[in-house]
């Protein structure tokens, strides 16, 4: 309220007998000019022994102001037993004078208020009374002004403390339990409120307002792009596990979405076997989104693996599972650390189900635990097949000998006999034989090339009375001038060109020809009775089953049944190995972790290095192991030993990386030797001798006790070191150490001229083969020495 600029006197006389009273009128609210007074405070007024203020409101000239007044009190409320001279009385009000005023009359009403405790106050007002808006001084205006800003910013701060609270609100209800929403992407964070899972929508942002949750469902109606069928179910497992299902659906044919996933400062292990196996995973450099289908990595060495799952795990338990329906491509950035997780049908060999639109849908499920190990033990027994059988216990006790890395495509009758003699004559156990390519006279023949193996019959026999059991290599190419190709055409066994008319002919690494169809039950009943006949004519005990991936599929085809994904195919392929499971080999695995046989990484050159080295050797199988497949063949010692493909040496791999090969592989599910020790000296048979044995006596039983546990539980028998000790995160990072169930670590040497390596003994008590006894763990042992012959391994002492 504006102070009052000056007071200046009046005189007004209340008729109540002779009495006259003096007072003063204070210009109020200034709502005139100085000649007027807005509001007239008339002060002391008594009447009988009460006192009374009058606030005298007159229209005048300019406004409210004060004039020549003449009116009368119509009431003046009161006690009339108190008051009698004034009950119920009219009062002249006169001598209100101001010079230079007009007068007018003016009926003036009045209100009662308290005024303290013996007083009261009135109020008069004229009864035809009507404010007139006057215009502001000048030296108002800015104070106006000043004002009117005000209250427009206040306005501004209520409106947007409003929107905050809504915003506020609006957060409050997208968040699920550990999981925060935003529009573009989403966090997780562990029980301890540690964010271990990142991921931001990339191909568009969530429009919040269109979101809503109800239970456990949060679900999104549009994007900034348009409609689109997005939500978030949080499932509780267990106590210690928390999962998300996430799907993003699009109602727009050919368009794309594609989520990143962040790594921040967790180690990372799975998707798939690759040319360069580092554990955890690094990531080269970086890669738009390509297909994430199954591969050979040896021939196609920028691609993924034959043995892949959609399926990442971290370090700080957090796992996720890509949806199999998902059309889903993979790529990567190094710098940032990140995967790009893309489903599009546009260019992409994946097809929508028949009947449906190609709308890209983009689905996960990320749970985080307690730790990276129960975490992942978690995911193997919700998403993952696990094996119903064990192949045979002598392909975990003996070694398998092939005949691929010594003779190649040389293979004949004579060579394999000898192979079989030298086998026996320096005292190797054997589990089997595999007669490798090439025995056929074409790609695509089921039935030894009579040139060179002119009496199969008798050569079967004596194999078979030395104790020999025989596997032969197969695969799903039939080349044009192969007998069968005309009956494939003919039966119509094989893919076909996205007409259908005819079969689609394939280039793959021993020439040209047409490649089976096995989503057609009448190729796949054809292709195994020929198994079946080799099996039967000459005792053959089971099969090695090469290729099958997706990368020898042409870029466009048409399968008996429909594909939505290629690497449905490489599934269907590797179905083929189940009735011969006991000593059967693959080299693809999606989906496949219900094949009870053994799946075997891609080739290995006779190297060193992480690219299809020895030093790959143990982060491929690992991987191998996490995706779910325990039981894994590490190919074969020392390497395929191609001439331009080694390292120090020429015509065997280098001495001391065989030895050292081999010292590794006596702790691997499965030995496998091509390149036999007796092409090198005495020693190399010895050191081969021991290993052996070591691997039947030691090895085998704990690999045999691990596998009959693995039809309940699906753990992997070949384990990383954070196994054991997941909250570790020195072990984190371990890639040339491994465990066999919990209780046996392998540390092999696996650097050229090295008698020593750093040693990490994660907590525990452990003895070392050399019978020392370590209590203070965990503990790195520095420079502990492992001379040529030896591999350092630790056992758990309970």
């Known amino acids: 309220m504006l102070r009052p600029r000056n007071i200046f006197p009046l005189k007004i006389g209340v008729k109540k007998g002779s009495i006259f009273h003096e007072m003063k009128c204070k210009k109020g609210f200034a709502w005139g000019s100085s000649e007027t007074c807005g509001f007239v405070s008339i002060q002391n007024a008594w009447f009988g022994f009460q006192r009374y203020t009058f606030h005298v409101k007159h229209r005048g000239l300019n406004g409210f102001g004060v004039g020549r007044t003449a009116g009368f009190l119509t009431h003046l409320p009161g006690d009339p037993e108190r008051h009698p001279t004034v009950r119920n009385k009219p009062f002249p009000i006169h001598k209100i004078s ?279 033990k978690y995911m193997v027994r919700r998403y993952f097949n696990k094996p119903s059988k064990i192949p045979s216990e002598n392909a975990f006790r003996y070694p398998i000998w092939s005949t691929w890395a010594l003779y190649k495509n040389d293979i004949d009758q004579d060579k394999l006999l000898r192979f079989a003699e030298k086998i026996k004559k320096y005292r190797f156990n054997c589990s089997h034989i595999e007669i490798d390519d090439t025995y056929t006279q074409a790609y695509g023949d089921f039935d030894f090339n009579p040139q060179k193996f002119p009496n199969v019959t008798e050569m079967f026999k004596k194999l078979k009375e030395d104790g020999f059991k025989v596997t032969l290599w197969t695969h799903p190419f039939i080349n044009y001038n192969s007998s069968n190709f005309g009956v494939g055409i003919e039966r119509q066994l094989f893919i076909k060109e996205p007409t259908g008319r005819l079969p689609a002919m394939v280039e793959w690494w021993n020439g040209i020809g047409a490649i089976l169809d096995f989503t057609n039950p009448a ?68 989906q496949s972790q219900n094949i009870s046989c053994f799946f075997r990484i891609i080739d290995r050159d006779s190297v060193w290095g992480y690219e299809l080295g020895l030093k790959s050797l143990i982060p491929t199988v690992l991987t191998i192991s996490m995706l779910g497949y325990p039981f894994i063949s590490a190919d074969m010692i020392g390497g395929n030993f191609f001439p331009n493909k080694t390292e120090g040496a020429v015509e065997i791999p280098d001495r001391e990386l065989y030895i050292r090969w081999l010292e590794l592989s006596a702790f691997m599910p499965s030995m496998q030797f091509s390149i036999p020790p007796w092409l090198y000296d005495k020693e190399v048979i010895e050191i081969a001798q021991r290993f052996t044995e070591l691997h039947e006596s030691l090895v085998a039983p704990l690999l045999l006790e691990l596998a009959g546990e693995i039809t309940d539980t699906g753990d992997p028998i070949i384990r990383p ?78």
């Not at 060495?301 to 795990?313: A, P, V």
């Not at 089953?545 to 269907?572: C, H, M, N, V």
Request: charged share 25%; with cysteine; aromatic share 14%.
């Open 98 to 376: 101001r010079p230079g005023l007009d007068r007018k009359p003016v009926i003036l009403s009045f209100r009662q208020t308290l005024y303290r405790k013996d007083s009261i106050m009135y109020t008069f007002l004229p009864e035809n009374f009507t404010p007139i808006k006057q215009k502001a001084s000048k030296e108002l205006r800015p104070m106006i002004g000043t004002i009117t800003v005000g209250l427009l910013l206040f306005i501004a701060a209520v409106v947007a403390w409003c929107y905050y609270t809504a915003s506020l609100r609006k957060a409050e209800q997208l968040k699920t339990e550990l999981m925060d929403l935003r529009k573009d992407g989403f966090i997780i964070k562990n029980q301890d409120g540690e964010v271990v899972f990142r991921l931001a929508f990339q191909s568009g942002t969530l429009d919040l307002e269109s979101c809503s949750k109800e239970g456990e469902i949060l679900t999104c109606t549009r994007s900034d792009k348009g409609k689109l069928n997005f939500f978030i179910q949080t499932v509780k497992h267990k106590d210690t596990v928390m999962c998300y299902r996430v799907r993003w659906e699009e109602f727009v044919a050919d368009t794309v979405v594609e989520h990143t996933m962040f790594w921040e400062d967790a180690h990372w292990y799975g998707g798939c076997e690759m040319s360069v196996q580092h554990w955890p995973i690094r990531l080269p450099g970086y890669q738009e989104p390509t297909p994430f289908m199954t591969s050979d990595v040896y021939s196609f060495r920028d691609s993924f693996g034959g043995i892949l799952e959609r399926y990442w795990l971290s370090s700080k338990a957090a796992a996720i599972k890509i949806n199999d329906s998902v059309p889903f491509h993979l790529g990567f950035n190094a710098t940032e650390r990140s995967l790009f997780f893309q489903a599009r049908y546009k260019d992409s060999p994946y097809k929508p189900p028949l009947g449906q639109q190609p709308f890209p849908e983009l689905s996960y499920r990320v749970c985080v635990g307690s730790d990276v190990t129960s975490i992942h």
């Open 523 to 590: 190729a796949r009943e054809w292709f195994q009775s020929h198994l079946r006949q080799l099996r039967s004519k000459y005792g053959i005990s089971s099969f090695k089953f090469d290729a099958g991936e997706t990368s020898y599929l042409p870029k466009q085809f048409s399968t008996f049944r429909p594909l939505s994904d290629p690497s449905i195919w490489s599934r269907r392929y590797t179905e083929m190995a189940i009735p011969f499971y006991e000593l059967a080999e693959v080299r693809v695995g999606y």
């Open 721 to 798: 070191i954070w196994w054991i000790s997941p909250s570790d995160e020195s072990a984190h990072k371990i890639d040339s150490q491994f465990l066999i169930g919990d209780t046996l670590m392998v540390a092999p040497v696996l650097e050229l001229g090295k008698q020593e390596r750093d040693v990490y003994l994660p907590a525990g008590k452990w003895r070392s083969y050399k019978g020392e006894l370590f209590e203070k763990t965990p503990v790195l042992l520095t420079d502990y020495p492992v001379d040529l012959d030896e591999v350092a391994y630790f056992l758990w002492v309970s």
